[in-house]
């Protein structure tokens, strides 16, 4: 069973900088496509930024050159390291995996993952 635990997350002001960390259990990260979702407040769910399990990233076009997305196999952990954010960053990150290859351009398909954490809280003000 794979359990995903997000942590990092808070209030910070336009411009600023947080990490997002989600600690893995259960699976490995070296055969786990990762992925990084946020939702605000009455809008559906988004991908921003996903990691394929060869450690290949993919961005949303709003977070390509702001957002970096990283995963460190031995400590099953993936990052996301956000910098000069906007108060459209804000919104509940969730991370989200799957033990599979995702198709090309399915990256951020919310369908193509198994595991999903509880979310952690970003505020851009």
């Known amino acids: 069973h794979v359990q995903l635990v997000e942590s990092g997350g808070g209030s910070v002001e336009p411009g600023g900088s947080l990490r997002l960390s989600c600690a893995a259990s259960?699976?490995?990260?070296?055969?786990?496509?990762m992925g990084w979702f946020r939702q605000a407040p009455g809008k559906e769910r988004e991908g921003v930024a996903a990691i394929d399990r060869a450690g290949n990233p993919t961005y949303t076009y709003s977070v390509k050159d702001r957002f970096t997305i990283s995963k460190d196999n031995d400590k099953n952990t993936l990052y996301l390291q956000m910098n000069s954010l906007e108060p459209e960053d804000t919104a509940m990150y969730y991370c989200?995996?799957?033990?599979?290859?995702?198709?090309?351009?399915?990256?951020?398909?919310?369908?193509?993952?198994?595991?999903w954490g509880q979310g952690t809280q970003v505020t851009v003000s």
């Open positions: 259960g699976a490995a990260l070296s055969v786990t496509c």
């Open positions: 989200a995996a799957v033990p599979l290859p995702i198709p090309v351009g399915l990256a951020f398909d919310e369908n193509e993952y198994n595991y």
